[in-house]
T-cell receptor
């Protein structure tokens, strides 16, 4: 079945440093979504990418969808303590009705 | 507008007991999902539904059953709880399968 892996599993940065998490699917995706889960909270939708090679920005966050639509990345510029949490990618393959989540990357930011 | 509501929020079960987790959404969404979240495993899909009266298996369906008798509700049942089912359970819903999913607050279940 479809598998979605994320790396790294965990990253600890100092405030102000950049952060990137990578998402790789075993199958071609029709779209990719990104979610953020704060500690003790539930996943909250951030963005969706649909087109091959698409790049979207939300303030300090940059999201990219690979040309082959099998990978994606999330880059945070100049991290802040409010960025702490686990970031998940989620993809839907073709006509499949289910959304498959990646394994997540936990980000810790310290002053 | 409550969004997605899960009940209960916490529960402790003894091995072999049964229980039902309730998910209710007030957004008229067609799709509903049940996920479990375990450390280092991300969110794994248990069962999902693409509309009232329909259900389908996800990645880890064994030991669970679901029902979607009403569009707004999606029930997850554990017939005979096992310690391996200790987890945080999240319900989610979406208008269609390829748009954003809205999550409930989660149910923390411990089976002893």
């Amino acid at each position: 079945g479809q598998q979605v892996m994320q790396i790294p599993q965990y990253q600890h940065v100092q405030e102000g440093e950049d952060f990137t998490t990578y998402c790789n699917s075993s199958t071609t995706l029709s779209n990719i979504q990104w979610y953020k889960q704060r500690p003790g909270g539930h996943p909250v939708f951030l963005i969706q990418l649909v087109k091959s090679g698409e790049v979207k920005k939300q303030k300090r966050l940059t999201f990219q969808f690979g040309e082959a639509k099998k990978n994606s990345s999330l880059h945070i510029t100049a991290t802040q303590t409010t960025d702490v949490g686990t970031y998940f990618c989620a993809g839907k393959a073709g006509t499949a009705s289910k959304l498959t989540f990646g394994t997540g990357t936990r980000l810790q930011v310290t002053l | 507008n409550a969004g997605v509501t899960q009940t209960p929020k916490f529960r402790v079960l003894k091995t072999g007991q049964s229980m039902t987790l309730l998910c209710a959404q007030d957004m008229n969404h067609e799709y509903m999902y049940w996920y479990r979240q375990d450390p280092g495993m991300g969110l794994r899909l248990i069962h999902y539904s693409v509309g009232e009266g329909t259900t389908a298996k996800g990645e880890v369906p064994d030991g669970y059953n679901v029902s979607r008798l009403k569009k707004q509700n999606f029930l997850l049942g554990l017939e005979s709880a096992a310690p391996s089912q200790t987890s945080v359970y999240f319900c989610a819903s979406s208008y269609q399968g390829h748009v954003e999913a809205f999550f409930g607050q989660g149910t923390r279940l411990t089976v002893v």
